[in-house]
């Protein structure tokens, strides 16, 4: 037994080690659970490059987003913790040969600039879970390239993508059908919604072609997107605050932390929906509850990123079968 003292031996100390082991470790190739490194936790995140929206025919499937495309309630607001474009990204690694854990900017660094780590891939809810924060912004460009939407089974059960779409697009679990932070649908979300658009009889024999990313029809993609937007939007109207309420509350947060005459013995803050015009409960302004905000707005506008993208997206390839179908 390691006899440590009656102090570390409580829930509360295995929870803190638990977490410390979880979040601050450096990967070693001595040890599966990872070492300490002195100075090693101190990186603020970086995430990895972007994955790529899906292409057809050589290019983009969906149409960028400019700023008349998103409401305003979900531009310009200010997150707690952003990356800019132009971070100077580090990586680590164990040398074996000198036995240390060497830290090292990709790029060149000006004196005092702070160098970024990537700790891996990570949607903002694991980021949270594990680091306690998330990267958020509303902007056009999502600031965690990597953040997702799952998609609900019902939902697309509904939508007509049924089990045997998502079996034959090598899916496996729902956990593969989910939305990119840009909006776009993963790879195998839109491969299961590619067979979906085909009769049943047909997909057996069309599903080899829709897992290596192929178009199946030009109508079946737009389907297939129109289907996305329809689930998206259908979503923000079930939640039970829309990204305005949020946004509102996001505001009433920050107010009162930069209100000086706010006591911090105040637990709750009484503010007007101006929406409903009804009286709603803030709870105290604390990190958590912003960070919790934060992230309800990050997931509701990847929902509105993907509806707004593949109503614009299916529009663009009726039209083109319109034009197609008319000129001959």
Same mark, same amino acid.
């Given at each position: 037994?390691?006899?440590?003292?009656?102090?570390?031996?409580?829930?509360?100390?295995?929870?803190?080690?638990?977490?410390?082991?979880?979040?601050?470790?450096?990967?070693?190739?001595?040890?599966?659970?990872?070492?300490?490194?002195?100075?090693?936790?101190?990186?603020?995140?970086?995430?990895?490059?972007?994955?790529?929206?899906?292409?057809?025919?050589?290019?983009?499937?969906?149409?960028?987003?400019?700023?008349?495309?998103?409401?305003?309630?979900?531009?310009?607001?200010?997150?707690?913790?952003?990356?800019?474009?132009?971070?100077?990204?580090?990586?680590?690694?164990?040398?074996?040969?000198?036995?240390?854990?060497?830290?090292?900017?990709?790029?060149?660094?000006?004196?005092?600039?702070?160098?970024?780590?990537?700790?891996?891939?990570?949607?903002?809810?694991?980021?949270?879970?594990?680091?306690?924060?998330?990267?958020?912004?509303?902007?056009?460009?999502?600031?965690?390239?990597?953040?997702?939407?799952?998609?609900?089974?019902?939902?697309?059960?509904?939508? %007509?993508?049924?089990?045997?779409?998502? +079996? !034959?697009?090598?899916? $496996?679990?729902?956990?593969? &059908?989910?939305?990119? =932070? #840009?909006?776009?649908?993963?790879?195998?979300?839109?491969?299961?919604?590619?067979?979906?658009?085909?009769?049943?009889?047909?997909?057996?024999?069309?599903? %080899?072609?829709?897992?290596?990313?192929? +178009? !199946?029809?030009?109508? $079946?993609?737009?389907?297939? &997107?129109?289907?996305? =937007? #329809?689930?998206?939007?259908?979503?923000?109207?079930?939640?039970?605050t829309s990204l305005s309420d949020d946004r509102r509350q996001l505001q009433e947060l920050d107010l009162s932390?930069?209100?000086?005459?706010?006591?911090?013995?105040?637990?709750?803050?009484?503010?007007?929906?101006?929406?409903?015009?009804?009286?709603?409960?803030?709870?105290?302004?604390?990190?958590?509850?912003?960070?919790?905000?934060?992230?309800?707005?990050?997931?509701?506008?990847?929902?509105?990123?993907?509806?707004?993208?593949?109503?614009?997206?299916?529009?663009?390839?009726?039209?083109?079968?319109?034009?197609?179908?008319?000129?001959?």
């Amino acid at each position: 037994e390691l006899e440590l003292p009656k102090k570390l031996r409580g829930a509360g100390a295995w929870l803190w080690a638990a977490a410390t082991v979880a979040s601050r470790t450096v990967y070693v190739p001595f040890d599966a659970a990872g070492a300490l490194c002195p100075f090693g936790d101190l990186f603020n995140y970086a995430p990895p490059p972007a994955p790529s929206d899906p292409e057809t025919d050589g290019g983009s499937l969906l149409p960028e987003l400019d700023h008349d495309d998103l409401c305003p309630s979900t531009l310009n607001w200010q997150p707690s913790r952003e990356l800019q474009a132009s971070a100077v990204c580090g990586e680590g690694n164990y040398n074996e040969h000198t036995r240390e854990y060497e830290f090292w900017a990709r790029s060149p660094c000006k004196c005092g600039e702070q160098v970024f780590m990537c700790y891996g891939q990570y949607t903002n809810l694991e980021l949270a879970e594990l680091y306690g924060f998330l990267l958020s912004g509303a902007d056009l460009v999502p600031a965690n390239a990597h953040d997702t939407v799952i998609m609900p089974s019902p939902m697309l059960h509904q939508a %007509g993508v049924h089990e045997d779409c998502v +079996r !034959l697009a090598g899916a $496996g679990g729902g956990g593969e &059908l989910y939305l990119l =932070a #840009s909006g776009a649908p993963s790879f195998s979300l839109l491969s299961a919604l590619r067979l979906a658009s085909v009769p049943p009889h047909e997909r057996a024999a069309l599903s %080899g072609l829709a897992v290596t990313g192929e +178009r !199946l029809s030009q109508q $079946g993609d737009a389907d297939a &997107l129109a289907r996305i =937007a #329809s689930i998206c939007r259908e979503l923000l109207c079930a939640l039970p605050t829309s990204l305005s309420d949020d946004r509102r509350q996001l505001q009433e947060l920050d107010l009162s932390l930069s209100d000086a005459s706010t006591a911090p013995s105040i637990t709750e803050r009484k503010i007007t929906d101006e929406a409903e015009n009804e009286r709603v409960s803030l709870p105290r302004a604390e990190p958590h509850y912003r960070m919790a905000l934060e992230w309800r707005l990050c997931f509701k506008t990847i929902l509105l990123r993907a509806a707004v993208r593949c109503e614009k997206g299916s529009a663009l390839l009726r039209n083109k079968l319109f034009t197609a179908n008319t000129s001959a």
